[in-house]
């Protein structure tokens, strides 16, 4: 693949953008994206040999060779356990999609 065969030029537009036409003539567009990322780590519970050593927030983590890394597991369920339904009832709350 050469230079000239990538389908974009990314290049930008600078001082120059193109106009929006945003429906009802709004200035702003906001989209949120939300990752769920819980549920991919390693865990002896799910049949795993040993607890999560990347995947975290954890600096310098060490996997557990069959046991429990309870430190991590907690990490991990805080995300289904509170992080989403929080963000759930704010954007219930406002009635976003």
Same mark, same amino acid.
């Given at each position: 693949?050469?230079?000239?065969? +990538? &389908? !974009?030029?990314?290049?930008? +537009?600078?001082? #120059?953008? &193109?106009?929006?036409?945003?429906?009802?003539?709004? %200035?702003?567009?906001?989209?949120?994206?939300?990752? +769920?990322?819980?549920?991919?780590?390693?865990?002896?519970? #799910?049949?795993?040999? /040993?607890?999560?050593?990347?995947?975290?927030?954890?600096?310098? /983590?060490?996997?557990? &060779?069959?046991? !429990?890394?309870?430190?991590?597991?907690?990490?991990?369920? +805080?995300?289904? %356990?509170?992080?989403?339904? !929080?963000? #759930?009832?704010?954007?219930?709350? !406002?009635?976003?999609?």
């Amino acid at each position: 693949m050469t230079d000239n065969d +990538y &389908p !974009r030029d990314l290049k930008g +537009y600078g001082a #120059h953008p &193109p106009a929006a036409n945003w429906p009802d003539a709004a %200035r702003i567009a906001v989209q949120f994206v939300i990752n +769920y990322e819980e549920g991919g780590e390693n865990c002896v519970l #799910h049949g795993d040999a /040993a607890s999560e050593k990347f995947l975290s927030d954890i600096v310098g /983590a060490v996997e557990y &060779p069959g046991q !429990r890394h309870m430190n991590m597991e907690s990490l991990y369920e +805080y995300g289904s %356990r509170a992080g989403f339904w !929080r963000l #759930h009832r704010l954007f219930a709350g !406002r009635k976003l999609p």
